[in-house]
């Protein structure tokens, strides 16, 4: 099936939502989408993997260190985990103690704010 995105927006934040299988070979361009989202925002973007079907740990770990570069440069990234699949994968590696992870884009929107604001 392979990997789908979209990029949407929510109160002024990029929110993009993957469907899919996303394995290795997807890193690269997840990883690009990433990046293009959160430039444009102040570094904070909002990823939703609700409708992932299949993640290896490659992707898992893009997100971590999307995650370390952002909050460098004073951005972040929330992380929306709802499918069965990726939450297990998750808590597995324990990505869940590392990343911020939310069960809705409300929410994950909601943490980012202040850093938006930070940032004007």
């Known amino acids: 099936?392979?990997?789908?995105?979209?990029?949407?927006?929510?109160?002024?934040?990029p929110v993009l939502s993957v469907a899919?299988?996303?394995d290795w070979l997807a890193c690269?361009?997840?990883?690009?989408?990433?990046?293009?989202?959160?430039?444009?925002?102040?570094?904070?973007?909002?990823?939703?993997?609700?409708d992932v079907t299949y993640i290896e740990s490659s992707p898992l770990g893009v997100?971590?260190?999307?995650?370390?570069v952002l909050a460098r440069e004073g951005g972040d990234?929330?992380?929306?985990?709802?499918?069965?699949?990726v939450t297990r994968m998750v808590k597995e590696l324990g990505i869940d103690h590392i990343l911020p992870i939310f069960v809705d884009q409300a929410t994950a929107v909601a943490s980012l704010l202040p850093l938006i604001a930070e940032s004007h």
């Open 1 to 13: 099936m392979g990997m789908s995105v979209t990029l949407a927006q929510s109160e002024g934040l």
């Open 63 to 68: 997100l971590i260190k999307l995650h370390i």
């Open 28 to 50: 690269e361009e997840f990883e690009n989408r990433i990046l293009e989202a959160a430039h444009g925002c102040g570094g904070c973007v909002v990823v939703d993997v609700s």
């Open 20 to 22: 899919g299988e996303l």
């Open 77 to 85: 990234l929330a992380v929306v985990c709802k499918g069965a699949h």
